[in-house]
């Protein structure tokens, strides 16, 4: 057997550091010894703290003073409780608190540094995930639910749930994302208008609190850190594992992109099938916009068509697709002709410019891979990624679409990136949560997810994302943006309006030393 020489020297220089006390630097720039009795597996070679500076955004670089590789939760309620000043594991140590920060880091794919910890320790979830028993995802035996390590990747929850039959009923729309990231924010994809966001779908977690503790929630069982923590940015603990409900697997789906040049026909549609009303159960909607400053991609429509689809592109300037998918399997695949058929004369769409593509559910689910590999393939995946993501009230979605789409985005020389655009349903949503969505019963998730690198400048895409806000503030246009970046206290605020008072008392309340996730800057 061969051995690679790089990961015997990791593995002898984690041994070496679990043998002594490590040294880290904390925000204050105070050096914090982490005492050998804490009995960690600590990281703080230049590769393990490279790797967890960066992220998918890659637009911050910020340097942990270490990262813990945790094999039980134990060790990270540990670590938490150092930190918050318990010194029974360090009898000499003479000062109140060491002041450093921790962050939980699943994936890495944060946009701007939110699941870093300046000069404080990451805490990779993966390595707990690893280890978990007896597996990071245990499918109940009525297979209703899934016990899941919260490190591990929404990838892993399917395949283990198809496993058994089984699936979770809503999902991002790229897998590669850990249950407890985007449990942090909200989780959101084509499926959401019928079962809500991943938060709306989750029974229970064990959570370790900022202060160390390991604490079981749900609705019923300490229903403040449970409804906090769910879209709460990593604020008030770290979970560890999330029970996840399941359904019944399809095995196909009918997905189906609808092309139209008019934004009222594509978004009454839209709204129509996210309604349910004359129930026709559409199992996932979504859409995008295709525009001539942009790159076409006309890879899902058949070669014979991809001429005729680029041209109405460049005719019309824009186009808006309307993406729908119909799951069935053996039992429903006697019916499902009939079912697409009754669906799209139900629509205003011209009918020469419908498209139909049959392919396997799990396929379908991790279409997202394809695009990674293609982007990475050019070198387009591991660039800046200045994305800017908002919810935006229906009442207001025509003056965004003049404003922003074609007084904006159009009017670029060029654009870069896909840019999503659909409606979704309020009553989806648990107010409890700390998620925050506008004030409507119908919202649109709008996702300008642009890439900087070969011929687009990132100044310019931030300066676009800039125009873009200003103009949703100066129309009083009440956006709720996802996945954001606020530095100033008073846009965090803002951001969550009524629900800012219950944020900052939870924060009390679970994490009053404020450690947890400083990279969300909402705290500091
Ligand atoms: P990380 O970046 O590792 O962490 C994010 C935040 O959560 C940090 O503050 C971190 O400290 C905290 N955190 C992480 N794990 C835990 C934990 N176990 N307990 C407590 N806090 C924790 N989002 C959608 O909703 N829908 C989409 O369709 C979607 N598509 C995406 C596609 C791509 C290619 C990318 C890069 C991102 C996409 N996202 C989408 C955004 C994604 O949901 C978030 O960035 C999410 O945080 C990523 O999960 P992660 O494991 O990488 O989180």
């Known amino acids: 057997m061969t051995t690679n020489p790089s990961l015997s020297i990791i593995a002898l220089m984690t041994l070496l550091m679990c043998l002594t006390p490590t040294l880290i630097k904390s925000q204050e720039g105070i050096d914090v010894l982490l005492p050998i009795t804490l009995n960690?597996?600590?990281?703080?070679?230049?590769?393990?703290?490279?790797?967890?500076?960066?992220?998918?955004?890659?637009?911050?670089?910020?340097?942990?003073g270490a990262v813990l590789c945790p094999s039980t939760p134990a060790e990270v309620a540990r670590l938490l409780r150092f930190a918050n000043g318990d010194f029974s594991y360090d009898s000499e140590s003479t000062t109140s608190s060491p002041g450093f920060k921790v962050a939980a880091r699943g994936q890495g794919h944060s946009l701007r540094g939110q699941a870093s910890a300046p000069g404080g320790v990451v805490v990779n979830m993966t390595c707990l995930a690893k280890t978990a028993t007896p597996a990071a995802v245990v499918v109940s035996a009525d297979g209703t639910?899934?016990?899941?390590?919260?490190?591990?990747?929404?990838?892993?929850?399917?395949?283990a749930a198809l496993a058994r039959g089984v699936s979770p009923v809503t999902f991002t729309d790229y897998l590669y994302l850990s249950v407890g990231g985007t449990l942090s924010?909200?989780?959101?994809?084509?499926?959401?208008?019928?079962?809500?966001?991943?938060?709306?779908n989750v029974h229970e977690l064990d959570v370790i609190t900022g202060k160390g503790d390991m604490v079981t929630c749900s609705p019923k069982l300490n229903p403040e850190l449970f409804y906090g923590v769910l879209g709460g940015l990593g604020q008030f603990g770290i979970i560890t594992r999330a029970r996840i409900a399941l359904d019944h697997a399809p095995t196909r789906v009918k997905w189906l992109r609808i092309l139209y040049s008019d934004f009222s026909a594509f978004t009454r549609d839209q709204e129509r099938l996210i309604s349910m009303a004359n129930d026709l159960r559409v199992d996932f909607l979504e859409g995008q916009l295709m525009m001539s400053n942009g790159i076409?991609?006309?890879?899902?429509?058949?070669?014979?068509?991809?001429?005729?689809?680029?041209?109405?592109?460049?005719?019309?300037?824009?186009?808006?697709?309307?993406?729908?998918?119909?799951?069935?399997d053996t039992t429903t695949l006697p019916i499902i002709d009939q079912v697409i058929d009754t669906l799209t004369r139900t629509l205003g769409f011209t009918s020469e410019f419908m498209f139909m593509q049959d392919?396997?559910?799990f396929d379908f689910l991790n279409?997202?891979?394809?695009?990674?590999?293609?982007?990475?393939?050019?070198?387009?995946?591991?660039?800046?990624h200045p994305w800017l993501n908002m919810f935006v009230p229906k009442s207001r979605v025509l003056d965004f679409h003049e404003g922003v789409i074609k007084g904006l985005l159009l009017n670029q020389t060029a654009t870069s990136g896909v840019t999503l655009f659909y409606p979704t349903n309020r009553n989806k949503w648990n107010n409890?949560?700390?998620?925050?969505?506008?004030?409507?019963?119908?919202?649109?998730?709008?996702?300008?997810?642009?890439?900087?690198?070969g011929s687009h400048n990132f100044e310019e895409l931030e300066s676009?994302?800039?125009?873009?806000?200003?103009?949703?503030?100066?129309?009083?246009?009440?956006?709720?943006?996802?996945l954001m970046h606020y530095t100033k206290k008073e846009d965090w605020i803002k951001h969550f309006g009524p629900k800012w008072s219950d944020f900052s008392r939870r924060k009390m309340m679970f994490d009053p030393e404020k450690l947890l996730s400083p990279g969300q800057d909402i705290f500091n």
């Open 40 to 64: 960690l597996t600590v990281l703080t070679d230049p590769f393990s703290i490279s790797a967890a500076s960066r992220d998918f955004g890659n637009i911050t670089d910020v340097n942990p």
């Open 145 to 159: 639910y899934a016990d899941v390590a919260a490190g591990a990747m929404w990838v892993e929850v399917l395949e």
């Open 185 to 200: 924010n909200a989780g959101i994809g084509g499926q959401v208008f019928r079962h809500g966001p991943q938060i709306s």
């Open 296 to 328: 076409v991609d006309t890879s899902f429509f058949p070669l014979s068509d991809q001429t005729r689809v680029a041209s109405l592109v460049n005719e019309h300037r824009i186009i808006y697709v309307l993406e729908v998918a119909k799951y069935y």
């Open 359 to 361: 392919v396997p559910y």
């Open 367 to 384: 279409r997202v891979r394809n695009e990674e590999d293609k982007l990475r393939s050019i070198g387009l995946w591991e660039v800046p």
């Open 432 to 453: 409890l949560m700390s998620a925050m969505i506008p004030n409507e019963d119908v919202f649109y998730v709008v996702g300008f997810l642009q890439s900087a690198g």
């Open 464 to 482: 676009l994302n800039d125009r873009i806000i200003n103009f949703c503030n100066n129309s009083g246009i009440k956006i709720k943006e996802y």
